[in-house]
């Protein structure tokens, strides 16, 4: 039996109270504010038979965490000079930004190696995943990527009426890219892939991934999510925008919610051959959504190279730190590439939540081919010490 939960009604009982915290992290998996939750019998949000996610029991009481490590967000941003940006300009926020919005895509483009007819803009790179699966799939199709994956452009795909095939990730927990080929057919519309993946973690060979696209993308587009990229130390060097210059049909999404630490200020953009951006340009403006002062904050926080370079040395410390801690507890981690970490855990995952949230730490939980799992985003590594004697309380 499942059950339904209306996004509007949820809003209405109190997730943008102090339960926001616990609760919002799971509204974005759908797009459409008036499309329901479904929820199974459980009160968990299936995507797969092999892969669902708990929901807290009590997701709309109001709660106070210590640690919130539900969400993957940055905890040292925005930067300083990010920050001064927004103070600066927010004044203009009576205007439009268009002027502004090209010279940020100039300097983007020219960061990428690409032309600015190469990039387009959207208040985060949710927005421009969920915007290429309305385009895309207004006739139906279906769409081809990873289970698990991140859930954004598939949901929305799915509400437009696609179906989703979905390709269970290899035992290292990389992309099974020869099957995901095989699954292409004639009513394939998108190959998408979340590399780094959410919510696992885990990386797919660069140099697989590459001859992947180049020889695919001739066939199908392929959508190329990294918006977690930047925490790797060679991020530049495991893009795949360069294809772009080879005439690739990809289409990369990049974000500053992550490494710049703006989730909030809401910038992000697309990278794709003209032509693919026009298809969706022609339905939807994805520029049009960034606010005037964001717009000064991107441009700032780009040339912020310290400020990233802190994020990136901190988020692997503490990476490195609750490696050592569930090393100590006997917990076999998935090895990551980005801000959070997943291991399994030997305890119902709505059970796990309550008690971890008790303990004021968030966290998610998810079941993968019938095993469920943590998964705890990188906080301060104060928030992480929490975390770790939090967990050392509720499984040890």
Known sequence: MKTTVNRRDWLKRGVLTAAGVVAAPYLSYGAFSSEPLKLDSQGNLPYTPFFKEFLPLNATLPLELAAKLNANENPYGPSSKAIAAVGENAFRGNRYAWTELFDLMDKIALQEGVKQENIMMGPGSSDLLEKTAMVFFQNGGNIVSADPSYMSLIKVAEATGATWKAIPLKSDWSHDLAAMEAAIDAETKLVYICNPNNPTGSMTDHTELVDFCKRVADKVPIFVDEAYLGFLEDSAQKSMISLINEGKNVIIARTFSKIHGMA?????????????????????????????????????????????????????????????NLDRMGFKYVPSSTSFIIFPIEMDGKEFLEKMTAQKVGVRAFEFFDKNWCRVSMGTMDEMKLFTAALEKVLI
Request: hydrophobic share 40%; charged share 25%; aromatic share 10%.
């Open 264 to 324: 909030g200020l809401r910038v992000g953009y697309a990278v794709a051959l003209p032509e693919t951006l026009g298809i969706i340009q022609k339905i939807t403006r994805g520029g049009m959504g960034i606010s005037f002062p964001s717009i000064y904050a991107a441009t700032a926080s780009m040339d912020d190279l310290a400020f990233q370079n802190k994020s990136r040395k901190l988020n692997k410390e503490c990476r490195e730190y609750v490696y050592k």
